[in-house]
């Protein structure tokens, strides 16, 4: 349809390269524990590995952020937000 956009038109350039760029570090973090490559889990190897509540709470939050601005699926960004803070209070020690 002409007067149709897709959810990446609607959203400001900034924001979709910084949700995008936090999608990939969680999707390669989560990928590096699934298949147990080191280098994903950690981009440096003396840091700390990054947990993998900690990258679904950082890919909700950016799923959450892109729904959010793009204006048409408030109600979802809400639901990923409401996930991304459970997630914290359910695997915090």
């Keep these: 349809m002409p007067g149709s956009r ?3 038109y609607k959203v400001p350039k900034l ?3 910084a949700t995008m760029l936090a999608m990939g570090l969680a999707t390669a973090a989560l990928a ?3 298949f147990d490559i080191e280098i994903l889990k ?6 700390e590995s990054m947990k993998v509540n900690t990258a679904l709470a950082i890919l909700c939050a950016a799923v959450s952020l892109l ?3 793009s204006g048409d699926n408030r109600k979802l960004a809400f639901v990923f937000a409401a996930f991304c803070f459970s997630n914290r209070g359910c695997f915090f020690k």
């Design 6 to 8: 897709t959810l990446f």
């Design 15 to 17: 924001t979709l390269i």
């Design 32 to 34: 590096g524990w699934v």
């Design 42 to 47: 950690r981009l440096n190897y003396s840091w």
């Design 67 to 69: 729904f959010y601005t």
